[in-house]
Protein backbone atom coordinates (compact mmCIF):
# COMPACT_ATOMS: atom_id res chain seq x y z
CA UNK A 1 0.00 0.00 0.00
CA UNK A 2 1.12 3.55 -0.88
CA UNK A 3 0.99 6.28 1.18
CA UNK A 4 -0.85 9.69 0.62
CA UNK A 5 2.64 11.54 1.47
CA UNK A 6 3.89 9.04 -1.11
CA UNK A 7 2.02 9.67 -3.54
CA UNK A 8 2.16 13.29 -3.40
CA UNK A 9 6.23 13.26 -3.68
CA UNK A 10 5.78 10.75 -6.58
CA UNK A 11 3.58 13.39 -8.66
CA UNK A 12 6.70 16.27 -7.69
CA UNK A 13 8.99 14.01 -8.78
CA UNK A 14 6.75 13.44 -12.89
CA UNK A 15 6.49 16.54 -12.64
CA UNK A 16 9.68 17.71 -12.08
CA UNK A 17 10.98 15.17 -14.67
CA UNK A 18 8.48 16.58 -17.51
CA UNK A 19 9.13 20.16 -16.71
CA UNK A 20 12.49 20.18 -17.15
CA UNK A 21 13.40 16.36 -18.88
CA UNK A 22 15.94 15.35 -15.70
CA UNK A 23 15.96 13.40 -12.82
CA UNK A 24 15.35 15.35 -9.24
CA UNK A 25 18.22 15.36 -7.07
CA UNK A 26 16.04 16.92 -3.97
CA UNK A 27 12.72 16.60 -2.25
CA UNK A 28 11.34 20.30 -0.83
CA UNK A 29 8.51 19.51 1.61
CA UNK A 30 6.30 21.85 3.77
CA UNK A 31 5.41 21.58 7.88
CA UNK A 32 2.23 19.44 7.03
CA UNK A 33 4.27 17.05 4.37
CA UNK A 34 7.17 16.78 6.75
CA UNK A 35 5.26 15.92 9.65
CA UNK A 36 3.10 13.15 7.80
CA UNK A 37 6.64 11.66 6.39
CA UNK A 38 8.39 11.58 10.24
CA UNK A 39 5.17 10.10 11.18
CA UNK A 40 5.03 7.80 8.76
CA UNK A 41 8.59 6.36 9.24
CA UNK A 42 7.76 6.48 12.97
CA UNK A 43 4.61 3.90 12.57
CA UNK A 44 7.00 1.68 9.88
CA UNK A 45 9.89 1.61 12.52
CA UNK A 46 12.31 3.31 10.34
CA UNK A 47 12.76 6.01 12.94
CA UNK A 48 12.34 5.80 16.57
CA UNK A 49 10.56 9.17 17.44
CA UNK A 50 9.11 11.77 14.78
CA UNK A 51 9.49 14.27 17.11
CA UNK A 52 12.75 14.20 18.01
CA UNK A 53 14.60 13.04 15.06
CA UNK A 54 17.37 15.37 13.61
CA UNK A 55 16.53 16.40 9.89
CA UNK A 56 20.66 17.66 9.11
CA UNK A 57 23.54 15.91 7.90
CA UNK A 58 24.11 11.92 8.58
CA UNK A 59 20.25 11.83 9.78
CA UNK A 60 18.36 13.80 6.64
CA UNK A 61 15.17 11.78 5.79
CA UNK A 62 15.63 10.42 2.48
CA UNK A 63 12.63 9.11 -0.39
CA UNK A 64 14.13 7.05 -3.10
CA UNK A 65 17.41 7.80 -1.95
CA UNK A 66 16.67 11.67 -2.59
CA UNK A 67 17.48 14.03 0.40
CA UNK A 68 14.34 15.66 1.96
CA UNK A 69 14.23 19.35 3.06
CA UNK A 70 11.62 21.17 5.19
CA UNK A 71 10.64 24.95 4.00
CA UNK A 72 8.83 27.75 5.72
CA UNK A 73 5.41 26.58 3.95
CA UNK A 74 2.47 24.63 5.64
CA UNK A 75 1.76 22.78 2.80
CA UNK A 76 4.65 22.48 -0.26
CA UNK A 77 6.09 19.26 -1.64
CA UNK A 78 8.39 20.14 -4.76
CA UNK A 79 10.88 18.47 -6.60
CA UNK A 80 14.01 19.70 -7.72
Same mark, same amino acid.
Given at each position: ?V???? +?E??R?L @???H? =?? *???A?????????????????? +??????? @?ET?? =?? *?????????L????VN????????
Amino acid at each position: MVSAIH +EEINRAL @ADCHM =RT *GKKATQIYLGRTQMYRLMKLAA +ENNYITN @AETAK =RD *GENRPEVMGLPVYEVNDDDHCVAA
